[in-house]
């Protein structure tokens, strides 16, 4: 019998292709196969995370494609609605839903900002969308237009809007599925963390928003779901694996979480992978809790299976990341290209196409051929080139400041090695901050450089400083980073920083402001300028040739200082 489904919303008080493909062939039979019986239900969940707007996908070197599609690439969402459609043939009532961030990251956000978003999730058909931290990249009213505009339900139970310009029927807590007559409830949840990592209330907005404690606001909306006799609920989380696991382990009554925010892939025998899809938590009175998470960039399509019991517990499952790519699309026998997404897609990137035609510079570097770092998140860990160009830049743009930092989160796309374009600066540098500057004592300093390491070595951190005119000693001790020394450049010499000295800094305005946590900076004297980060980096960029061979700026452990 065909599955009856309807939605209810209400608020509570608050490649290894071929190893994948065999794993789809064993294990999708268990649940599409077999009819649910006495009281069970069968749930297929499709899903994305962090997709960061790159909606063309890549390049086989790893380059962002700007097209609707490049030939020998991956990802992108073209052939992610080819796999998204072939899953909805083998499982017709299968649920999509996107754990948050699909802004920031290319030039498709920067020049299209949430048009382009909106065009593709309605495109794709997403049935329910949690907002991440990058949502409010452009502020809280970019963030409205796309609440506006989408289809899909948006959900996050720890978000509230106020007036005005409030749309709260486009915002709920939580909303009800009836499938087969039985109850399955879906939760969303943002990162509180977007407080201080985005541009939730910058100043210009004419309204504010506000997060609240996480395991409190699901507390609150699985006491009312359960009110109403949902015995099956979905958290879509974007918090994170680690946040996931502790709240699966806290909070009863959670059967599934779809994560996101740590790009964390799941999924066994999958390069990079951190661990089983799905991976399983019990919850306080015992009962399972599936976790998945499809990595990032929109390189996989999350496919979970499972099978509920007459209680609601998740009883059988499967499931793995689809490989978004055109082997796996036609092992799967996927349909061909959608040509009206396709158009659209393309016009999406006519304007970036443009700006990769203009030439600005070149960058050197030996042992490189490429990008100057592997991948951007590395910029969250430790020095990296494309951070050392970046710092450099700024400081050749105010030569009377001593000292450049950026927040490694900023970082967004490495520079490539040898000719560069404007869209090359404008994909590793999207966010439109100004440069601001300011005197800074080297008690300060002392500050703002435990607090960039503070999490480290384990894990990555959009906080993390990229320097220029310092260099940064760390020593690892009990897995922590104690910073042990900071010197400054004076007329070619190195010079320990003292605690009463004063020194001129360059910052963007995101960190000046006190974003990623930054107390100290925020309380600064700071003098904006008129420049933002990827305009000063562009004309660096045109004075010549620049050399971004590595040298040591930020040294962990008993390296030579």
Same mark, same amino acid.
């Given at each position: ?159 509230? +809007?106020? %007036?005005? @310009? ?6 709920? *807590?939580? #909303?009800?599925?009836?499938?087969? =007559? !039985?109850? $399955? ?80 892939? +799941?999924? %066994?025998? @999958? ?6 899809? *799905?991976? #399983?938590?019990?919850?306080?009175? =015992? !009962?399972? $809790? ?272």
């Amino acid at each position: 019998m065909k599955s009856r489904l309807t939605l209810r919303s209400g608020f509570s008080v608050f490649s290894l292709i071929t190893a994948f493909l065999s794993l789809l062939v064993l294990v999708s039979p268990a649940l599409s196969d077999d009819p649910p019986t006495d009281g069970q239900l069968n749930l297929t969940i499709l899903h994305t995370n962090d997709i960061h707007a790159n909606y063309g996908g890549f390049w086989p070197d790893g380059r962002v494609c700007y097209q609707s599609l490049c030939e020998g690439g991956s990802g992108g969402t073209l052939r992610l609605e080819r796999a998204i459609a072939a899953m909805r043939k083998e499982y017709p009532e299968s649920i999509l839903v996107d754990a948050g961030d699909q802004f920031q990251g290319t030039l498709f956000w920067r020049l299209n900002k949430e048009t382009a978003t909106v065009a593709v999730l309605n495109s794709l058909n997403y049935q329910f969308f949690v907002p991440g931290n990058h949502e409010f990249d452009g502020g809280i009213n970019t963030f409205r237009r796309l609440l506006t505009s989408l289809n899909a339900q948006v959900l996050s139970a720890n978000l509230t +809007l106020s %007036e005005p @310009l409030s749309v709260p029927s486009k915002l709920k *807590p939580w #909303t009800i599925m009836e499938i087969e =007559g !039985r109850k $399955v409830g879906f939760v969303g949840l943002t990162t509180q963390t977007s407080q201080v990592s985005s541009s939730l209330n910058s100043p210009e907005s004419k309204s504010t928003a506000t997060l609240s404690d996480e395991k409190t606001a699901l507390t609150e909306a699985v006491k009312s779901l359960a009110d109403q006799d949902t015995d099956i609920i979905i958290l879509i989380s974007h918090l994170g694996i680690d946040a996931d696991k502790e709240l699966a382990a806290e909070v009863n009554g959670i059967d599934v979480i779809v994560g996101g925010h740590s790009h964390t892939l +799941l999924g %066994e025998g @999958l390069p990079r992978a951190q661990g089983p899809y *799905p991976t #399983t938590v019990n919850s306080p009175a =015992g !009962r399972p $809790v599936l976790i998945v998470s499809s990595g990032s960039h929109g390189r996989y399509l999350g496919l979970l299976k499972v099978t509920f019991d007459e209680k609601g517990y998740p009883d059988k499952w499967s499931g793995s990341p689809i490989p978004v790519n055109d082997d796996t699309l036609a092992q799967m026998k996927a349909p061909a290209a959608n040509k009206a997404l396709a158009a659209l897609l393309d016009d999406l990137a006519l304007p970036a196409q443009n700006l990769m035609a203009e030439k600005i510079g070149q960058i050197n570097v030996q042992g490189r051929e490429t990008m100057l770092d592997e991948y951007p998140r590395i910029c969250r860990r430790r020095e990296c080139r494309t951070g050392d160009v970046v710092a450099d830049s700024f400081l050749s743009y105010f030569p009377e400041a001593q000292i450049a930092v950026l927040n490694g989160g900023s970082i967004r796309h490495p520079l490539p090695v040898g000719e560069i374009t404007v869209a090359d600066v404008l994909s590793t540098l999207p966010f439109e901050d100004f440069v601001f500057y300011a005197d800074i004592s080297g008690q300060e300093l002392n500050k703002i450089f435990e607090h960039s390491a503070d999490g480290l070595p384990e894990g990555y951190s959009g906080k993390f400083l990229q320097v220029a005119g310092l260099k940064i000693i760390y020593e690892v001790t009990d897995q922590k980073c104690i910073l042990k020394e900071i010197r400054y450049q004076d007329s070619g010499e190195w010079k320990n920083i003292t605690p009463e000295g004063r020194y001129r800094l360059i910052a963007p305005d995101f960190i000046a402001h006190g974003g990623d946590g930054f107390q100290t900076l925020a309380g600064l004297k700071w003098t904006k300028t008129d420049q933002l980060t990827s305009d000063i980096l562009a004309k660096y960029l045109k004075n010549g040739p620049v050399k971004a061979d590595f040298e040591p700026r930020i040294i962990f452990g008993q390296e030579n200082k």
